[in-house]
């Protein structure tokens, strides 16, 4: 399982802190990865990191602006959100893919967090 928080309203320019605590079978993941949804728009992939290496990929709209770290001991994934602009208003989601496969790494992962409403105002 997948716990998703920390999301909230915050002006442009404001920061947020999201936090993925995983549980179960998710301990064993490969990767934890955040996505997100804005409204009318398909979901899409924002960053995701390695339990392993942390290795870390995000997408470029939020390069530079957002970091995902990990705290293994607690199996906790974070995503740091600074600078925020209101295009990044959405549902954010956790998500844990398992092993490596194609279309690593904005496609196949394997279980899914409850969203988290993130709504930047201008």
């Known amino acids: 399982q997948l716990q998703a928080s920390g999301g909230g309203l915050v002006q442009a320019g404001g920061s947020l802190r999201l936090s993925c605590a995983a549980s179960?079978?998710?301990?064993?993941?490969?990767?934890m990865g955040w996505f997100r949804q804005a409204p009318g728009k398909e979901r899409e992939f924002v960053a995701v990191?390695?339990?392993?290496?942390?290795?870390?990929y995000y997408t470029d709209a939020v390069k530079g602006r957002f970091t995902i770290s990990k705290d293994n001991g607690n199996n906790t994934a974070f995503l740091q959100m600074n600078s925020l602009k209101p295009e990044d208003t959405g549902v954010y989601y956790c998500?844990?893919?398992?092993?490596?496969?194609?279309?690593?790494?904005?496609?196949?992962?394997?279980?899914w967090g409850q969203g988290t409403q993130v709504t930047v105002s201008s």
């Open positions: 998500a844990a893919v398992l092993t490596r496969r194609r279309g690593w790494p904005k496609d196949g992962y394997d279980y």
């Open positions: 179960g079978r998710t301990f064993s993941s490969y990767g």
């Open positions: 990191i390695t339990w392993s290496f942390g290795r870390t």
